[in-house]
Structures are given as structure tokens and as C-alpha cells.
């Protein structure tokens, strides 16, 4: 399967070909294409709405899909808004007539007389927010090859995820797998926090408090785990749950290749 550049996909780095958008009379004349929609690669589930701790705005849920992983992640609208800017800047207003759906309105009547917090309005807007995602999967399908879709669905809070849920992730993100096996001795030697830190914190790992006595190491990037967890962690995968950065440095390929 080859990439080549799409006049219709103008918000994408690369269509996969063959492209749905090129030569389609002729290729659905040979049946190169089934009648039906494609299915989308991730699919999103607008889950709830909440009110804000502080302040007057509200937190939609969202559950993402894709495969058998499923996070889920905490947006307001304008966010939502932010993303479809985003979009549109990359595409071009004309992407509105080719299919980028509508963005559901910031305001309505009702919200004017009954207040942004309104529940019918909430519920109005998170039914309109399931709509407008489905359609613009419908339009993106190809959610990793678009920087700024792939960045809001996949930016998530992996505080309150399980071990089992956050390695679904890494692998449903591209990330799991197969990787450059690490030598425990360089795990083993990972330093541990100071003996005098007074901030405790919790393993997102285990999502267990890191009491002082614990065994706790600090990667490059900073964040802290229990060593048996982040052992564990990094037999499957060599990156810093929390912000996805290298978590033990490997040796340069070209030395490994030489002994």
C-alpha cells in the first residue's frame, strides 16, 4: 500500500492509496469500493457533562475507541471550538462544503433566558457534540495522520487509568508492541527520589500512594513510580506513562549491532 498526496484530503500529511476520494466513479463502477460508509478507525461516546469545581463552565466526558482500547478524556466546548479552528485553518474554509460538519452553536435561545448551565441546553449541546464527531470521523478517518484530531483525542489523564488500561493505550496509540529490549541493569540503576522529599505522590501505575520508605525512581523526565511498577512497565514499553517520553536511554543502535 503506497501514500500519495490528495487534492480532497487537504488536512492530512498523506492519503493512503488507493484514496476513496481519487478516481471514485471509475473505481466504484469496478466495485473497487463497498456501497457502504467506511467505518471509522477511532470512534468517540459523548458520556456526561459536569459542572466545574470552580468557575461557571462545564467538563464534557468523552470515551474514545479504537480496537479493543478505550480511554476516556475531559474536554469544555471550547476546546471542542478550538479543535474545529484548528481544523478549519488547515483545511480551508471550502472543507465546509466538502463535508466538515458544523460546529454546534455556542449559544441558543435558551441559553440566553435559561443560563450556559441549563441542563436541557447541556443535553441539547452533548447530543449536537455526538453528532459533530461522528461526522468528522466521517470526514477524517485517518485520525493519525491529523496532528491536531489525533492530539485531542489522545492527550489523556492517565491518573485514574489501570496498568491493564494504560498498556491497551500505548498499544491502540501505536506505541505497544515489540520494542528494543532493555537491560535491567540500566531499570536497576534509574536514581531513587531523595531521601527528604516531602511530597508523596501516587504511583499512576498502581495508583498507590508513595509512602517514604518505598523504593521510588525518578526518570529523566522527572516523574516518580514504585521501581516494581516502573520495572514492569518498561519490559512493555519504554516510555514515561505520564508525559510519553523516553523512560530508560537506550545504547545507539549501531553499538548493539557491533557486539
Avoid at 489525533?150 to 501505536?174: I, K, P, T
Avoid at 505497544?176 to 540500566?186: N, R, S, Y
Wanted: aromatic residues 8%.
Amino acid at each position: 500500500m503506497t501514500s500519495t498526496r490528495c487534492s480532497r484530503c487537504p488536512g492530512l500529511e498523506r492519503c493512503v492509496s488507493p484514496c476513496r476520494h481519487q478516481g471514485g466513479s471509475e473505481r466504484e463502477a469496478a466495485g473497487a469500493f463497498p456501497e457502504e460508509e467506511e467505518v471509522p478507525e477511532y470512534s468517540v461516546q459523548v458520556d456526561g457533562f459536569e459542572p466545574a469545581r470552580r468557575g461557571r463552565h462545564v467538563i464534557y466526558t468523552l470515551i474514545i475507541r479504537r480496537g479493543t482500547a478505550h480511554w476516556p478524556i475531559r474536554r469544555r466546548f471550547r476546546q471542542v471550538v478550538k479543535l474545529h479552528e484548528q481544523l478549519l485553518q488547515s483545511f480551508g474554509r471550502s472543507s465546509m462544503k466538502a463535508g466538515l460538519p458544523k460546529l454546534p452553536p455556542k449559544v441558543t435561545c435558551r441559553s440566553v433566558f435559561c443560563g450556559q448551565q441549563d441542563q436541557q441546553f447541556l443535553q441539547n449541546r452533548a447530543l449536537q457534540m455526538q453528532e459533530y464527531f461522528e461526522a468528522l470521523l466521517r470526514y477524517i478517518p485517518f485520525v493519525d495522520q491529523c496532528e491536531a484530531l489525533r492530539e485531542f483525542l489522545c492527550s489523556v489523564d492517565v491518573s485514574n487509568m489501570s496498568y491493564d488500561a494504560l498498556l491497551d493505550l500505548e498499544q491502540a496509540l501505536g506505541r505497544g508492541g515489540p520494542e528494543l529490549q532493555v537491560d535491567p541493569a540500566l531499570v536497576a540503576a534509574l536514581p531513587k527520589r531523595q531521601a527528604f522529599a516531602s511530597h508523596l505522590g501516587c504511583c499512576v501505575i498502581c495508583q498507590e500512594t508513595m509512602e517514604k520508605d518505598e523504593d521510588v525512581r525518578v526518570l529523566p523526565c522527572g516523574h516518580e513510580y514504585h521501581f516494581e511498577c516502573i520495572s514492569q512497565w518498561i519490559k512493555q514499553c519504554n516510555t514515561c506513562c505520564v508525559c510519553h517520553s523516553m523512560a530508560v536511554a537506550q545504547p545507539d543502535c549501531e553499538d548493539l549491532g557491533s557486539t
